[in-house]
């Protein structure tokens, strides 16, 4: 395969047995990413549980999943609600007995420059994309200390390393998820890894739908080292590689998913 060359975009068109008896929470998985990530781990036999306030997307999400003969249940949750948070989480412990994984793909993003930048969704950025992996942490922590292991897995972007204009907003938010991951990590073990995935300019449904984005994706590829559109399949492969046994040793650390657009240091 060459560079230019595109992969399959599918994670989950065969399946193992990788995370056979795992419980994995996966936030945002009613679209985009986040459903890429669910349908992998239950492709690899987890028991996944979908986390989102789009309750239609979630189903689709679900019957995606039980159509291959997986394993999926569904919990309604803002994750920039503390209270929700709270109550899924044990929710999730109440009813399969642990939390082994959590993939935290939940995020808002758009174009608007600093100056015209309105005050509540300054707020909503912050709520959803930093308050919201500081409530998951702190709620499923506990949880997989007193079991001696645990993966968590938060989401911050390309943006920190490379910012764009009109995302200054969204770029404040993911460069401070790095911190969160970083300290968190510092008191997590022994057992428990928190880590970050970074995805670069990604083809999602909701990307698609931003306004210049085309000619983003157009200008990235020319950019960076593998000369191809990035998919959600890829942030799912490395998503899943962060999550596994195998990946134990990792723990503070921030996995570029870019093609090469930028470079981690």
């Keep these: 395969m060459t560079q230019s060359q595109e992969p399959n975009s599918s ?22 990413i986040g459903r890429e990530v669910a349908l992998n781990f239950a492709a690899q036999d987890a028991q996944v549980i979908l ?10 999400t679900r019957a995606s999943i039980q159509k291959t003969g997986g394993k999926a249940g569904i919990k309604l949750c803002d994750i920039s609600n ?7 989480i ?15 793909l939940a995020g808002i993003y758009g174009f608007q420059l600093l100056a015209d930048f309105p005050t509540d969704l300054y707020h909503r950025y912050i709520g959803i994309n930093l308050n919201g992996p500081f409530y998951l942490t702190r709620a499923v922590l506990p949880h997989m200390q007193a ?8 989401t911050s972007s390309t943006g920190y390393a490379d910012p764009k204009p009109g995302l ?16 968190a990590a510092m008191e997590a073990g022994p057992g ?17 739908s931003l306004e210049g984005f085309e000619a983003l994706a157009k200008m990235t590829i020319e950019q960076q080292a593998v000369k191809r559109q990035g998919h959600a399949s890829d942030i799912a492969h490395a998503v899943s590689f962060i999550a596994s046994a195998e990946a134990s040793f990792f723990s503070g650390q921030v996995f570029n998913c870019s093609g090469g657009a930028t470079f981690s240091f």
């Design 11 to 32: 994670t989950h068109s065969q399946r193992n047995t990788k995370f056979t008896g795992q419980v994995v929470i996966v936030t945002g998985a009613a679209a985009g």
């Design 51 to 60: 986390f989102d306030i789009n309750d239609a997307g979630l189903q689709e």
């Design 82 to 88: 503390e209270q929700q948070v709270t109550s899924a």
């Design 90 to 104: 044990n929710w999730t412990v109440t009813t399969h007995g642990k939390v082994d994984i959590l993939a935290n």
């Design 147 to 154: 079991a001696g292991y645990g993966r968590i897995i938060h």
């Design 168 to 183: 200054t907003a969204y770029v404040a938010t993911k460069a401070a998820v790095i911190g969160l991951v970083r300290s």
């Design 192 to 208: 428990v890894t928190v880590n970050a995935v970074m995805p670069g300019v990604t083809d999602t449904d909701q990307a698609r």
